[in-house]
T-cell receptor, first 117, second 113 residues
Framework: KAGVTQTPRYLIKTRGQQVTLSCSPISGHRSVSWYQQTPGQGLQFLFEYFSETQRNKGNFPGRFSGRQFSNSRSEMNVSTLELGDSALYLC????????????????FGPGTRLLVL | AQSVTQPDIHITVSEGASLELRCNYSYGATPYLFWYVQSPGQGLQLLLKYFSGDTLVQGIKGFEAEFKRSQSSFNLRKPSVHWSDAAEYFCAVGETGRRALTFGSGTRLQVQP
């Protein structure tokens, strides 16, 4: 099975712009989660989508949003970019069969590295 | 709220030496515990996980971890480290009813020849 794929792998934007990142989960996986990784804050949970609905959300401002499509692919969007949004954005997928439980293994993609200038 | 502490930011070991990476968690119920490894410029790869049962868990690449409820710990071990093990290691906790992992700050492992 192919793993989680993320596009693009690298992105450079300027402050004030918006950006859309894409994630394709492992085939058959129905849950997609997004994480932000920075040197200062480490790995932080952004949000999780299951059946095209946001099920869980981390502590991030409303500039961060996402969506999931009927084929389980997901996108996340960051509007009005700030310098502090520079990070590695990781997408993870899981089967989505255990009623939302944290015991499901999440499989991570390689990430999209976003640089905001 | 749950939290994970990895007290060691950076560890250096010699190739062939044993390794133990520490992880302490704070969570009110039975935790779901994970260890992930991240090589430079890569995503996270799952090494092992603990949900219940046997407190000694075997993972990939010769790693194992032991869950100790009394110490709220889930330390990762390997008897003999290889140069290819140099990477950053993350401990994480998952919670009941929520597909959202809380990660520790990571431990960077350097392996000396």
């Amino acid at each position: 099975k192919a793993g989680v794929t993320q596009t693009p792998r690298y992105l450079i934007k300027t402050r004030g712009q918006q950006v859309t990142l894409s994630c394709s989960p492992i085939s058959g996986h129905r849950s997609v989660s997004w994480y932000q990784q920075t040197p200062g804050q480490g790995l932080q949970f952004l949000f999780e989508y299951f059946s095209e609905t946001q099920r869980n959300k981390g502590n991030f401002p409303g500039r961060f949003s996402g969506r999931q499509f009927s084929n389980s692919r997901s996108e996340m969007n960051v509007s009005t970019l700030e310098l502090g949004d520079s990070a590695l954005y990781l997408c993870a997928s899981s089967q989505g069969t255990s009623g939302g439980s944290g015991l499901e293994t999440q499989y991570f993609g390689p990430g999209t590295r976003l640089l905001v200038l | 709220a749950q939290s994970v502490t990895q007290p060691d930011i950076h560890i250096t070991v010699s190739e062939g030496a044993s390794l133990e990476l520490r992880c302490n968690y704070s969570y009110g119920a039975t935790p779901y515990l994970f260890w992930y490894v991240q090589s430079p410029g890569q995503g996270l790869q799952l090494l092992l996980k603990y949900f219940s049962g046997d407190t000694l868990v075997q993972g990939i690449k010769g790693f194992e971890a032991e869950f100790k409820r009394s110490q709220s710990s889930f330390n990762l071990r390997k008897p003999s480290v290889h140069w290819s093990d140099a990477a950053e290691y993350f401990c994480a906790v998952g919670e009941t009813g929520r597909r959202a992992l809380t990660f520790g700050s990571g431990t960077r492992l350097q392996v000396q020849p």
